[in-house]
Structures are given as structure tokens and as C-alpha cells.
């Protein structure tokens, strides 16, 4: 059974730092594209940042590139969103997702496989 299993939400104040992480069973991360999406309620869902299965190579979209990396740990069949510099906008719930492409992509069809999701609250 392939999960993925996101972790690391909560309530930051302004300016803080969080770290998400996206814990896979059932298959190994060496083999899929991962990425991180955000989705305010009543709005579209976001692309945030992808990490190729292929390379490793990492990409971060325009509104979090310098606050936000994403980055994996093989060994723990991880992948993490460490997030700085939080502000209000950042405010949703997280989601990573899964994808046989090799390459970054923040298509949603892509991705094959998503977590359930974890919530980040940014206010003071």
C-alpha cells in the first residue's frame, strides 16, 4: 500500500520557521518526483517546490524561492519543506505528492499519489 504521510504543521508567529516532512511507505522515494503543494480553502491549490527523482535537483516556485528548500534524506524515505521567514499569506494546509516523472514538475496531474495533508498557521 503506497502512503505518503506529511508532518511538521502547526502555529508559527510572523517570521518564524517550520520544517515539513513527507514520510513515504509502501515505495522509495529514489524513484519518484516529489513536490510540495499548499491549498488555502476556497482557492486553487499552489505548487511550492519539487525535488527530481532523477538529479535531486530541487526547484522552488517565484513567492517562496529564498525562504523556503526542499531537500530529502534517502536513508529515511524522506522529504522535508523547511519554510523561513513566515508570514500570514503562508497560511494553508500542505501537501506533498509523488510522481514517476523524473523531472520537477507542479502539474497536479502528474502527481500520482498525495498525502493527507498537514496545516500551517502563521499569526501572532
Known amino acids: 500500500h503506497l502512503q505518503l504521510v506529511e508532518s511538521g504543521g502547526g502555529l508559527v508567529q510572523p517570521g518564524g520557521s517550520l520544517r515539513l516532512s513527507c514520510t513515504a511507505s509502501?515505495?522509495?522515494?529514489?524513484?519518484?518526483?516529489i513536490g510540495w503543494f499548499r491549498q488555502v480553502p476556497g482557492k486553487a491549490r499552489e505548487g511550492l517546490s519539487c525535488?527530481?527523482?532523477?538529479?535531486?535537483?530541487?526547484w522552488h516556485e517565484g513567492s517562496v524561492k529564498g525562504r523556503f528548500t526542499i531537500s530529502r534524506d534517502k536513508a529515511k524515505n524522506t522529504v522535508f519543506l523547511q519554510m523561513n521567514s513566515l508570514n500570514p499569506d503562508d497560511t494553508a494546509d500542505y501537501y506533498c505528492?509523488?510522481?514517476?516523472?523524473?523531472?520537477?514538475?507542479?502539474?497536479?496531474?502528474?502527481?500520482?499519489?498525495w498525502g493527507q495533508g498537514t496545516q500551517v498557521t502563521v499569526a501572532s
Open positions: 505528492a509523488a510522481t514517476k516523472i523524473t523531472l520537477c514538475t507542479m502539474r497536479e496531474g502528474l502527481y500520482d499519489y
Open positions: 509502501g515505495f522509495t522515494f529514489n524513484d519518484y518526483t
Open positions: 525535488i527530481a527523482s532523477s538529479s535531486g535537483e530541487p
